[in-house]
């Protein structure tokens, strides 16, 4: 889900930084004086936050895929598992016989 989030705000970076670049007052139409070194800033962040999103997403996969494969072969492996040893009774000792 966070590799998904990643690149979703890569996506949005990217246009943000497009279309900020050609017309810095559509991106940011709610400031007087935009400029493209605020449209830089921004994107750059953006970049960043995607970048640590997909890292998270790719360690968090693979700690799953880790736990998975561990518990996959706990069931499978039957040396990891308790084998039951059957009870041999204990044997008298034998008297001589005269």
Not at 10 to 26: E, R, S, T
Not at 61 to 81: F, G, M, N, Q
Request: aromatic share 10%.
């Amino acid at each position: 889900m966070l590799i998904t989030a990643a690149f979703h705000t890569g996506i949005w970076a990217l246009l943000f930084f497009i279309v900020g670049m050609i017309k810095p007052k559509w991106p940011l139409f709610f400031l007087k004086k935009p400029d493209r070194f605020l449209i830089l800033i921004i994107s750059t962040v953006l970049f960043m936050i995607s970048a640590t999103l997909y890292g998270e997403g790719n360690r968090q996969r693979a700690l799953e895929e880790k736990a998975s494969k561990e518990t996959v072969s706990k069931i499978l492996d039957p040396s990891s598992a308790p084998v039951p040893v059957p009870e041999v009774p204990a044997s008298k000792p034998s008297s001589p016989k005269i």
